[in-house]
């Protein structure tokens, strides 16, 4: 399995500041995908960037990928409240292989 | 309205009582997972399955059970060997386990113990 790893576990930022957290995996990867999780309920399906990209935009969210580093970065420009959550990564490999998802990193968004 | 649905919302198990929970998709989508989440922790796979009347076993599959006799559903059983059942659990699906890409989740069933 391809184990993803946040860093940090929590962060805890003012609202309109940015939020950046990090990925690293283990193992070749086909994809690296972000969840947001709202406490209590699902995971939300967030960005995929595939392993021959190395920066995706979508909306206030840029996500990085160095497969030669096997790492990945999340950044949430101009924060909001709304924004508090957890975020995990989950890294995607061959196909049949499993996807694995990493403890996640805590956002606090203060108003 | 296309969605995973999952339910019961909160479940309690007594002790060496075998539980159910619930998962339904009308994504029409083939592949379909069930993953445990215990407090302030990751995912962990329990049981996958890619298509009808076949499932696979994931990471930490001792003490559950699946079936898969329709698309649209994937229930998990919790048994009595399961001893530590107390967690947060997540159904999800995606197009195909193939392309492993992009997995739907459910709302969690919160199993707790009597």
């Known amino acids: 399995s391809q184990q993803g790893e946040e860093d940090p576990q929590a962060l805890s930022i003012q609202e309109g500041e940015n939020a950046t957290m990090n990925c690293s995996y283990k193992t070749s990867i086909n994809n690296l995908q972000w969840y947001r999780q709202n406490s209590g309920r699902g995971l939300v399906h967030l960005i995929l960037?595939?392993?021959?990209?190395r920066e995706k935009h979508s909306g206030r969210l840029r996500v990085t990928l160095d497969t030669s580093k096997k790492s990945s970065s999340l950044l949430i420009t101009a924060s909001r409240a709304a924004d508090t959550a957890s975020y995990f990564c989950?890294?995607?490999?061959?196909?049949?292989?499993?996807?694995?998802f990493g403890g996640g990193t805590r956002v606090l968004v203060k108003p | 309205d296309g969605g995973i649905t999952q339910s019961p919302k909160y479940l309690f198990r007594k002790e060496g009582q075998n539980v159910t929970l619930s998962c339904e998709q009308n994504?029409?989508?083939?592949?379909m997972y069930w993953y445990r989440q215990d407090p302030g922790q990751g995912l962990r796979l329990i049981y996958y399955s890619q298509i009808v009347n076949d499932f696979q076993k994931g990471d930490i599959a001792e003490g559950y059970s699946v079936s898969r006799e329709k698309k649209e559903s994937f229930p998990l059983t919790v048994t009595s060997a399961q001893k530590n059942p107390t967690a947060f659990y997540l159904c999800?699906?995606?197009?195909?386990?193939?392309?492993?890409?992009?997995?739907?989740f459910g709302s969690g069933t919160q199993l707790s113990v009597l």
């Open positions: 994504l029409n989508h083939d592949a």
């Open positions: 989950a890294g995607g490999g061959a196909a049949g292989n499993k996807l694995t």
């Open positions: 999800a699906s995606s197009i195909d386990q193939g392309t492993n890409e992009k997995l739907f």
């Open positions: 960037i595939r392993s021959n990209e």
